[in-house]
């Protein structure tokens, strides 16, 4: 079983930058992709950005492209969320998650297999 930690998330104000760090435990993931999500309160679930996991290709969403960038650390076993020029609408829990099989592009949430627990950001204007 592969289990997902989130680590990284706090209070900052607007303009000001935060990494997210997801560490995989458990056996060793040798799946096709990785993936953050965010929501926010009252919201549905919105993807953030995907990475794969051999390649390194990236894929993110409008919102927060140019703003954010996913990385990986296959020696540490850990995905990254580097989020620059934070905004209110930022706001939301943040969850890492992780997709086995091999799927192009931009995956909706049920195609991931496992999941973190979250991590809160909250940005103030």
């Known amino acids: 079983q592969v289990q997902l930690v989130e680590s990284g998330g706090g209070s900052v104000q607007a303009g000001d930058s935060l990494r997210l760090s997801c560490a995989i435990s458990?056996?060793?993931?040798?799946?096709?992709?990785m993936g953050w999500f965010r929501q926010a309160p009252g919201k549905e679930l919105e993807f953030v950005a995907r990475?794969?996991?051999?390649?390194?290709?990236?894929y993110y969403a409008d919102s927060v492209k140019g703003r954010f960038i996913i990385s990986r650390d296959k020696d540490k076993n850990t995905m990254y969320l580097q989020m620059n020029t934070l905004n209110p609408e930022d706001t939301a829990i943040y969850y890492c998650?992780?997709?086995?099989?091999?799927?192009?592009?931009?995956?909706?949430?049920?195609?991931?297999?496992?999941w973190g627990q979250g991590t809160q950001v909250t940005v103030s204007s």
């Open positions: 998650a992780a997709d086995e099989d091999i799927r192009y592009g931009v995956r909706p949430p049920t195609d991931y297999d496992y």
């Open positions: 458990g056996r060793t993931f040798n799946g096709y992709a």
């Open positions: 990475i794969v996991r051999v390649s390194g290709r990236t």
